[in-house]
């Protein structure tokens, strides 16, 4: 099983990226997909899940502005980042519980800076 994440990089604040995560070697569509994000210095933190039924749920960090979603076709899971601030900066990583086990995509960085 692999998750490879793209899609990081710099941005201003206010601006927008979209992250994707493409899976492979599982039944993508069968299982719950998530996004957690990690800061210099902190502890990784959930971001966003969305279900095998395309049900999604979101942190109070991400609510409102980042949206979750996916592809079973492509076995992509995406994560748009909008209205983005100063700490959102991480590493953001893709993450699907195969096997009872944690699986983890290598992540991606966004910064947002001016």
């Known amino acids: 099983v692999q998750l490879q994440a793209s899609g990081g990089g710099l941005v201003q604040p206010g601006g927008s990226l979209r992250l994707s995560c493409k899976a492979s070697?599982?039944?993508?569509?069968?299982?719950?997909m998530k996004w957690y994000r990690q800061a210099p210095g902190k502890q990784r933190e959930l971001v966003a899940t969305?279900?095998?039924?395309?049900?999604?749920a979101y942190t109070d960090a991400a609510e409102g502005r980042f949206t979750i979603s996916r592809d079973n076709v492509r076995r992509t899971v995406y994560l748009q980042m909008n209205s983005l601030k100063p700490e959102d900066t991480a590493v953001y990583f893709c993450?699907?519980?195969?096997?009872?086990?944690?699986?983890w995509g290598r992540g991606t960085l966004v910064t947002v800076s001016s």
């Open positions: 993450n699907v519980r195969y096997s009872n086990r944690h699986i």
């Open positions: 070697g599982i039944r993508f569509s069968d299982y719950t």
């Open positions: 969305i279900g095998s039924d395309h049900n999604t």
